[in-house]
């Protein structure tokens, strides 16, 4: 059985900084594109970040570029989110991802092996 497991969310103060962390088991995904999604109460499920399989390529939301790092451990069958400079409006459910479609343009979309979430409340 395929599970992705996420770890690491929790409550932090704005411009504070959080790790998450998604670990892989019942099938290795180390040769396939890994991802972050969130979702705020109220709005749609949105793409944060992804990464190729050999971590030689990420891609970012633009609301996120410059404040969250993506990586990727494939001995570890793990893939984090570094999340700096915490905003209030990053408040949500995060999502990991696994098997992304990515495309010659625009953002990757989403594979069909999901996590069950982890909570990320910024308070202001």
């Known amino acids: 059985q395929v599970r992705l497991v996420e770890s690491g969310g929790g409550l932090v103060q704005a411009g504070g900084s959080l790790r998450l962390s998604c670990a892989t088991s019942?099938?290795?995904?180390?040769?396939?594109?890994m991802g972050w999604f969130r979702q705020a109460p109220g709005r749609e499920r949105e793409f944060v970040a992804a990464?190729?399989?050999?971590?030689?390529?990420?891609y970012y939301a633009d609301s996120v570029k410059g404040r969250f790092t993506i990586s990727r451990d494939n001995f570890k069958d793990t893939v984090y989110l570094q999340m700096n400079s915490l905003k209030p409006e990053d408040t949500a459910v995060y999502y990991c991802?696994?098997?992304?479609?990515?495309?010659?343009?625009?953002?990757?979309?989403?594979?069909?092996?999901w996590g069950q979430g982890t909570q990320v409340t910024v308070s202001a």
């Open positions: 991802n696994a098997d992304l479609l990515i495309r010659n343009h625009g953002l990757p979309g989403a594979g069909k092996f």
């Open positions: 019942g099938r290795t995904f180390s040769s396939y594109p």
């Open positions: 990464i190729i399989w050999d971590s030689s390529t990420t």
